[in-house]
Structures are given as C-alpha cells and as structure tokens.
Antibody, heavy 119, light 110 residues
C-alpha cells in the first residue's frame, strides 16, 4: 500500500535552514508528481510547492518562493524540501502528498513532520 | 494567491444533509475542473474525498457528492453520521500554476 513518511522536522532558530525528507513506497514514485502542504498550529491547510514526476517543473507559493526548494531523488524514492531563511510564520506541520495522476489532487498524505521556528 | 472562501462552520443532525460551499474566481475554481475536497479529523492527515469537481476515489462513501457552478464549488454530505464530524477543505489548481485552499469548514454533527 502507499506509504509516505516525512522526517527532518524540529526546532530551528529564525534565519536558519532545515531539510525535510519524505520517503515513498507502494507506488511508482518516478512516475508521480508530488507536493508539500503545511498547516500552522490551529490553522488551515496551505499548499507550499509542487514538483513534476521528473523534477523538470517546480512551482512555489509566494510565501516561500526564493527561500524553499523542492527536489526529488527518484533512485531513492525520496522527496525533499530545503527550507532556508526560516521565519516564525513557517512554523507548521509539513505534509508530503502524492498526486492522483494528472488530476492535480492530493490522494495520499504522510503523517506530517512538525517544524517550529523559534529563538 | 487569496484563499478560497468557505463558511467557518456548518452543522446538522444525524441523517440530515449539509452542503459546504467554496467560492473562488475565474482563475481558480471557475477556470477548470481541478477542484478537490479533503476531510481532516483532529490530529490526522487530510483525506481526499472528491477530485476533479465531482469524482469520488475508491472507498469514499457515496454519501459524499460535489458539484460546481461558475466560481463556486459545493460539497454535499447526505445521511449525516457522527463520523463525518471533521474539518473540510476545498482546493483548486489555478491559472498561475499554483494551488489554493479554502480556509476550512468545521462540520458539527449535532
């Protein structure tokens, strides 16, 4: 069955960096577009970024553009999110999610990893 | 990238039907058919309930249905059950190659 397992969250000071990982299993990762979606404590969902199956297309929310970078290693079935210049408002649970093929919807989600940006 | 507009809360009694609206613009909801809906129980990851406006993934109850008219999408839950109590989010792909979520709607089953 499909499994998405995020890791790499934690407490980080403002201005510092953090890299999240998402290990995928149970589907053909190399043929699947992927996303990161976040949820601040007590708040709603916010789309963060998208990457196409081959990494050739990447899209970002304005709130993270220029600071966050999405990437993938299809040989390792792993998705990444490099987060630089972190701000307090980046504090959230970060979920990776897979695309339901060509529907631009998120059909499977990981359990999430919590990032806290605080001094 | 303004959020789609959803009511903050809706409620209904067991067995009744409720509808959650999701209003956007011609650049997102009204632009194509890439509108989807998610259910989220407290402390859990979201679950896809509807994709491409009105399609249910395998395993999602037939009690969940959805539609779209112009810039507004709607999710209807019929035959309300206690387990339906959760937060519901709509989202849409946009003409700017981004995705936008609604603010979320808390469903209370009375």
């Amino acid at each position: 069955q499909v499994q998405l397992v995020e890791s790499g969250g934690g407490v980080v000071q403002p201005g510092r960096s953090l890299r999240l990982s998402c290990a995928a299993a149970g589907f053909t990762f190399s043929n699947t577009a992927m996303y990161w979606v976040r949820q601040a404590p007590g708040k709603g969902l916010e789309w963060v970024t998208f990457i196409s199956y081959d990494g050739s297309r990447k899209y970002y929310a304005d709130s993270v553009k220029g600071r966050f970078t999405i990437s993938r290693d299809n040989s390792k079935n792993t998705l990444y999110l490099q987060m630089n210049s972190l701000r307090a408002e980046d504090t959230a649970v970060y979920y990776c999610a897979k695309d339901r093929t060509h529907t631009w919807s998120f059909d499977y989600w990981g359990q999430g990893t919590l990032v806290i940006v605080s001094s | 990238q303004s959020a789609l507009t959803q009511p903050a809360s809706v409620s209904g009694s067991p067995g009744q039907s409720i509808t959650v609206s999701c209003t956007g613009t011609s650049s997102d909801v009204g632009g194509d058919n890439h509108v989807s809906w998610y259910q989220q129980h407290p402390g859990k990851a979201p679950k896809l309930m509807i994709y491409e406006v009105n399609n249910r993934p395998s395993g999602v109850s037939y009690r969940f249905s959805a539609s779209k008219s112009g810039n507004t999408a709607s999710l209807t839950i019929s035959g309300l059950q206690a387990e339906d109590e959760a937060d519901y989010y709509c989202t849409s792909y946009t003409s700017s190659d981004t995705w936008v979520f609604g603010g979320g709607t808390k469903l209370t089953v009375l």
